[in-house]
Every structure is written in structure tokens, then in C-alpha cells.
């Protein structure tokens, strides 16, 4: 019955983003009259009966004798219709002037709104192969991308190879690129882990090439190259919580490892920002600090 909370939760998202109840109702083959009453009086009512104590079967028929026009076999067996078509709707584009009078952040919105829409045929677990800071090493970690629970986003989790886990969201623009966000320290210190993945034109690919965002240990800046690798089209968090990040030795690596590794993992694949000993504050604390980064190349 999780599914009515979920699709509540949605029509509200919805009706928040200026969609209303009869065009909505138009899209889900519902009667406005019978969505109103699921959503006003049906699922609220279904919600307290639950929180007194009753069970699920007894919750729902008690909400369901304040209404004439809602059948149960109907939205029982319609429910799972009802959610996905719920997920797929498009949200309005917002004022061009956006939140606060921001469009950045308008966009953003919108970017979200469609990962509902156009994720699905990325969802599933990954492999990611990257640099790796602590010498000639291939940095492996899972990555989880799948539609939130509650249908309303887009979210992406990831292990990383020092056991840490981050749970983010997916954003994406029409057909072109992937972005997925994390926060890489927990609140409320904000770290943008920020990666760029390019969609090739092909149907469900095996891969997916990208950059990356982050900080290193001395909270410098550095972008890397980041290969999504799909294991399965699997979403289940708990079986993607066992999974581990790791580093594997270039001397251990396989033949297709090695191919991985060359494309990830030479000094044209990584860009980065160092700290200055003494800086004056002129140009010629450009070249010394491209000068400690030759000296150091990863």
C-alpha cells in the first residue's frame, strides 16, 4: 500500500507546480471527480486509520466508506498504472526569471523534472573507473542510479573506495547528458561531488564517458575522466549498499582494465589546482604553481 502514499506525495508535486487536478486526472484516465476524492479524502483518510493502529486492508476500507465513487478492485488493480503515468508527467516550466529571480535555479528544477521523465533507461548499477590520487592505481566504484521511491526524482548513490557512501540526485537535459550531484561531506559543510556524463546515441549502451568534479584531501578543486561501467539494470538499495569501492594495482589489472586504465588515467586526464607556499598575489604565482604541478603530475 506504500503505493498511495507515493501517489499522493506525486499529485501533490504536481499540483505544487501550478498542474491542475482535472489535467491531471486527464492524463491518468481517471475522472477528475474520482482522483479528487483518492487524493482529498481516500489517501489522507487511509493515512490516519493506519496511524491509529488498524492494518492496511481494514485502513483502506474504512476510507474508502466516506466516498461513493471509488471502487476498490478498480483502483487496486489501476494503482501501479496510476503511479507510472504519475512519475512520466511533465512539470511546467517555470517563470523565466526562476526562483528568487534566479533562471539558474530555475533550470535546475526543470533538469530534475526531466531525470523523472528520461532516466529510466540508464537506471541500474555501475561500475566507475577514475584516477586514482594514491599512485598507478585504477580507482573502481559502484554507482547506483534509479527513480527516488516516492517517483517524485531522480537519485544516484555511490561507495566510495575509503567506505564512505553518498546518496545525491540525477539531473539531466533532454537527450545529451547525465549530471549527478552528491555533497561529499555530511552536513552541514557543503562539497559538490559533481559528475558529467555524455549519453551516445544508442539504445541502453553498455557504458557511459564522463568528467568529474571534486575536491582533494586539500580541498583544491581537480576534474578527472570517469567511465560508468553497467553491471545490471538492478536498483535494489540494500544488495547496492554491499557493494565496495576499491583500488586495484596497475600490475593486477586485466586486458580490458588496462584499456580503461589508459583512457582514465594519464596526466592529460586529470586537472588540478594545488596550494601556493607564500603566495604574493601576481602572476608569478601561476607559473609556480603550474611549476609544483609538473613536479607532481598526479
Known sequence: MEALKQVYERISFLRDNGIKMKDIAA???FSPSVLSALYSTVIPEYEKNLQQGEDQ???????????????????????????STLATMDVPALPHKGYFGNPFLSAIGQGMAAAVKGIEPFCGTYLSYSISSNGKKLKIEPYLLAMADNGLYAEAFHNNAYGAQHQGAVLMNGASHIYICFNEFQDPQLSLFYICLKIPM????????????????NHNPI??????????????????????????DFDQLDEDERKIYDYTCTEADSIRLCNIPSPQMDYGDLQQEKAILRENPK
Open 202 to 217: 544508442y539504445d541502453r549502451p553498455p557504458f557511459l564517458r564522463g568528467l568529474y568534479l571534486c575536491l582533494d584531501y
Open 223 to 248: 576534474a578527472r575522466r570517469i567511465l560508468f561501467v553497467r553491471q545490471s539494470s538492478s536498483t535494489d538499495r540494500e544488495s547496492f549498499r554491499k557493494m565496495q569501492g576499491f583500488m586495484k
Open 27 to 29: 492524463r491518468t484516465g
Open 57 to 83: 486492508e481494514e485502513a483502506l476500507d474504512h476510507a474508502l466508506i466516506l466516498v461513493n465513487n471509488v471502487s476498490r478492485k478498480k483502483l487496486m488493480a489501476s494503482l501501479p498504472s496510476l503511479l
